[in-house]
Structures are given as C-alpha cells and as structure tokens.
C-alpha cells in the first residue's frame, strides 16, 4: 500500500497549478500506485476566512463515491482569526476532517503564540494530528507578493516543546533538519511524523538511523512539488540502508499507525 | 511517467476505511490500484548528468558516484568553479582543475570533465584550456567572476567554437521581488546576457544552468526561447511541478538537458513526474547532451 501524507488541491495565486483538483490529482495517484492521500486546501492558506475551503474541500470529497475512499482531508485553522474553536468543532464533527493544518508563516502568529497552543491542545485533546510544513514553495522564484520567510526543523520545535504530547506531522523539509541533542531527543521521543518531499531529505537512510526509521513516510507536497521525487527518496534506499519491511513502513505502515487506521 | 511501469500486486481499497461513508454508499466502490515498479522505470533510461560538481556542499567522487549508481546515471559531466567572491586568481582555477584532472583519471567510464577559468587572465586561461584539454575534458565550466556577455570572454568563445565544446554557465536566484536575490554580485550573468552572446556567436554552444536553482524558471525560460544555441539544463533543487513541462513548451525538447547539480532525486523524479513522450525523455536524459559530445568524438556508445 502507498499513502501520500502530503498533498493538496486548490488554487496557488502566483503560480499555474496541474494536478490540482480530485479528477487529476486521482489520476496522478493511480501512474505512480497511490492509494490514498492525506489532502487539505491551498485556498485555505489564502481565504482570510479559511472555513470556506474547508467547506469546498468537504463537499469536492462528497461529489464522488470513489474520492471519499481516497482522500483523508484536513482541515485549515487559523487561531487568531475570530470563531476559529467554532471552525474546528465543526470540521471535525461535521466535515469529517482527520487532522488540522496550520501555516502560521502565512496568517501572521508564531507557532508559541497562545491561541495556536490552545488548538493545538485541542486537537491532541480529540486524538488527532497536527500537520505544520517548513515552506510551501521555494521562496527565491515566488512572488513579489508572496512571504519571503521559511522554517528548518529546529523553527517547529517550540510547538513541540510546548506540547510534547501531541501528534505532529512536519511535512516538507526544505531547510536544514539538524537539531541540537536536546531536541533531537524530544523529537525522538514524541509522536512526530515526517514526509519524504522536501530537498533536504538528501540522506534518507541517514535520517532514519538519526531520528528513527518510524518516523517517516512517503509525502509529495503535490501538486506544488513535483509527484515522484518523495517516492523516489523511498524506492531507491539501498538494502543496507532500508529492507522492504521498512521500506513498507515508509510506504504507508508508518503513517497507518499514526493515524491509527 | 511513461505509462506502463504497472505490475502485479493490485490492492483493493475502499473497505470503509477513512470512515466518512454509511454501510449502503459502500456498494461497488472498492477500486483496484496497480502497484508501480518506480525503480525499473527510472533504471530504464540512460543518463547524463550535464551539471555536476566535484567539492561543493561536500561533494566526493564517491558521495557523486553513490548518488548516479542509485538512481542509474551512467555518466556525471563534473567541474569545480571557484569559490563565490573569489579574486579568481589562475592558481585558484589551476587547483580548481586539478581536482578534476584527478577525478577523471580515477574514473574515466563515468565522469566527463569540464574546467573553469578567468578571462581576466587571458594568457594563463589559454594555457588552462590546453592543459585541460590535453586531459581529455569536453567542456567549460564557469561562474560569476565575469558576466558571460563581456568582451574579455570573446577570445575563449572563439576558442570553444574552434573546439566545438559547449560552454556552462551559472545562473543567478531570485526575481522573486523584481530584482535578482541582493547576494548576487554584479557579474553575474542573467538570462538577458546569455541570448545578447548567444545571437553575437551563433556557432558557440551555451548551456544555461540550474532552471531549479531558484531562479524564475518560468521567466529564464521565456528569455531563451529564440537563442537556438543555448541550451538550458533542468538542474536544481527546487523541484517544482511543471517546470518541465513549461520548459518543454518554451526551449523545446531538443535544447533541454538532464542534470542534477547535486540535487540527485530531484533531478531524475521531475524528469520522471513530468508529462512528456518516451522519446523526449530520452532527449532529454541522455540523447542530448550525447549528441553535444558527438562533435568531439566523446560520446558514450
């Protein structure tokens, strides 16, 4: 089984998107033998309001039977935007939402911020997760409208440290993933996944002996980043490096037991 | 992907298990995906890798090798440019070569070198072209000392075209916000450049670097549409979808080039990921840059 943790459907302001609706991002799937994908909205980033894509998400799922096999969607909340606790409720009471996505970088709070403490609080509280990503595109060709700032790995560790007890997805590794001692070993500790789709997955095998060989799976950040390159990382670890069992595990298993399915 | 890399092993899902659906949506919903041999794909093409480096970022001999033997790259053209604000002294590029000379010899089935030089120093960048050619290299290699379009380049040029070799040069990063990124230097060369010394030398081969490097790959791209001698490599670490597919549609399938510049996985899976016929791919992995070497005699067979 192959299930890609990280991927999206929606719209980028800047940039002209393929793939990035159900119809295609399903036909991607089935080229390269993707199951299922963990999706939310890219409108959500951008809507000030961001429940109305996770509304759009919600009812794009429900057009078609196939889709609600598929897909697992999260939700986007933004804690300091007014009715945010009323957005989560709702999204995951109603709109079926397996976990949230935050992007501080783009609605403007720190990850220590108290209202994003808060939700995220409430969504260990609900046993779901909490998926952050380092960057959503390589700031150095975007936009002049676009942010300029992204994160490495240590930038998330606040919100980990904050509360070590909930489930984390850190998704696109663009930047540097080297934590001091302290943090690698909170890290290791903690119930924190992370995808294969960023460019400083350089040494996979070197990652998963670092910070444990449960704590990876397969991500594409598609359909911003291109569909195969995460799967690639995976399907060419040497034996040494990686037997099939792990190789499964980083496939789907990993993720499985995380999301308890 | 190419399209038919499907194999055995299908897996139903569709057993309720992301828990949105009632018991009676259920019916007939179960979908049989193929599971998908990624690796008999991406072994199927040959490859030259047409930007790789020896020294930056760490890079070795073998940590190159590690990378092209994984992901089925048979042969890496590899150069050392001089460090970023150098003075670009001649004993700086001489030792710049000399780690080349030195990974050639050592590895002369999988490695095509390419030297690097200052024309500021005309005489001794003269000298550094014959002794490198002398050991076999196959092209030229530069960075940001001197804007590629300059009057002190025109004498190498003239002698690339005599050699038939195609020369490479860096690309700079940024027009996020208008203007090149502020830690660019004055030299470098932007896409503007390539096709002003492009149209002055139509017979000389350029080969514009890294789309994925973090410039604006789209805006490169419409720059160098109609400078035909000028190819561009796909090389980089930003791996965004459908720079391929752009670049296909803008400097066409004949002028695009596989590479790496150490960014290994993306540089093999966009050219995987993209759509595009079998034939182009194979343009671009290997064909290509293959029939550069032609001209000199050094192709792979």
């Given amino acids: 089984m192959l299930i890609d943790s990280n991927a999206y459907i929606g719209h980028w302001p800047f ?46 799922i429900r057009s078609k039977r196939a889709y609600q096999d598929r897909f697992i969607p999260f939700a986007v909340i933004n804690p300091i935007y007014n009715g945010w606790q009323g957005d989560f409720e709702t999204s995951i009471t109603k709109l079926g939402m397996k976990g949230i996505r935050l992007h501080p970088i783009y609605h403007g709070y720190e990850l220590d911020n108290p209202a994003c403490i808060e939700l995220v609080k409430m969504t260990r509280d609900r046993g779901l997760p909490i998926a952050l990503s380092l960057r959503m595109v390589d700031t150095r060709p975007s936009s002049w409208l676009d942010v300029e700032k992204e994160w490495s790995l240590a930038s998330v560790m606040p919100i980990i440290r904050a509360v070590p007890d909930a489930k984390f997805m850190i998704l696109n590794l663009a930047n540097s993933v080297v934590l001091d001692e302290k943090d690698t070993s909170l890290l290791r500790k903690s119930n924190v996944i992370m995808d294969t789709s960023g460019r400083n997955v350089l ?18 950040h598609s359909p911003v980043l291109d569909y195969c390159t995460g799967l690639l990382r995976i399907e060419s670890l040497r034996n040494d490096e990686a037997d099939e069992n792990t190789k499964d595990m980083l496939r789907a298993g990993n993720l499985r037991r995380f999301l308890g399915m | 992907m190419g399209g038919t890399v499907a194999s055995a092993a299908g897996i139903l899902i569709g057993s309720g298990l992301l828990g949105f659906r009632r018991k009676e949506e259920m ?10 041999d990624l690796m008999a794909e991406v072994k199927k093409y040959r490859k030259i890798d047409s930007h790789a480096h020896f020294g930056l970022a760490g890079a070795t001999n073998l940590s190159n090798l590690n990378y092209a033997d994984r992901l089925g790259i048979d042969r890496l053209v590899i150069s050392k440019p001089m460090a970023p604000g150098s003075k670009g002294l001649p004993e700086e590029f001489r030792a710049c070569n000399d780690a080349i000379i030195s990974a050639v010899k050592q590895y002369p089935d999988r490695f095509f070198g390419q030297l690097t030089l200052n024309p500021t120093y005309r005489t001794e960048s003269f000298e550094e072209i014959k002794r490198c050619v002398d050991h076999g290299f196959t092209g030229m290699k530069l960075y940001n000392h001197v804007k590629i379009n300059s009057p002190l380049f025109y004498p190498i040029i003239e002698k690339f075209i005599d050699l038939k070799m195609i020369i490479l040069m860096h690309s700079p990063i940024g027009k996020a916000r208008i203007k090149y990124n502020p830690r660019e230097p004055l030299n470098i060369s932007i896409p503007e450049d390539f096709v002003d010394i492009a149209k002055r030398y139509p017979e000389a081969m350029f080969q514009f670097a890294h789309t994925a490097g973090g410039i604006d790959w789209e805006d490169a791209c419409k720059a160098l549409q109609h400078s035909p001698n000028v190819y561009v490599d796909l090389s980089g670490s930003n791996n965004i979808a459908n720079m391929v597919e752009f ?22 899976g966009h050219l995987i990921s993209a759509k595009m016929t079998e034939a182009q791919r194979k343009k671009i992995f290997f064909e290509n840059y293959n029939n550069i070497l032609r001209k000199i005699g050094k192709h792979v067979d």
């Fill in chain 2, 27 to 36: 019916e007939g919903a179960s979908i049989v995906i193929k599971k998908v």
């Fill in chain 2, 247 to 268: 670049a296909l549609r803008y400097i066409g399938e004949d002028r695009l080039l596989f590479g790496c510049d150490s960014s290994f996985y993306q540089g093999v």
């Fill in chain 1, 203 to 220: 040494d996979l095998g070197g990652l998963l002996k670092t910070y444990g060989t449960e704590k990876f799976c397969f991500g594409t």
């Fill in chain 1, 15 to 60: 940039l002209q998107l393929k793939y990035n609706n159900f119809p295609a991002l399903s036909e991607r799937m089935e080229e390269f033998g993707t199951d299922i994908s963990l999706v939310s909205s890219l409108n959500g980033i951008f809507y000030k309001n961001t429940q109305f894509a996770n509304e759009e998400l919600y009812g794009e």
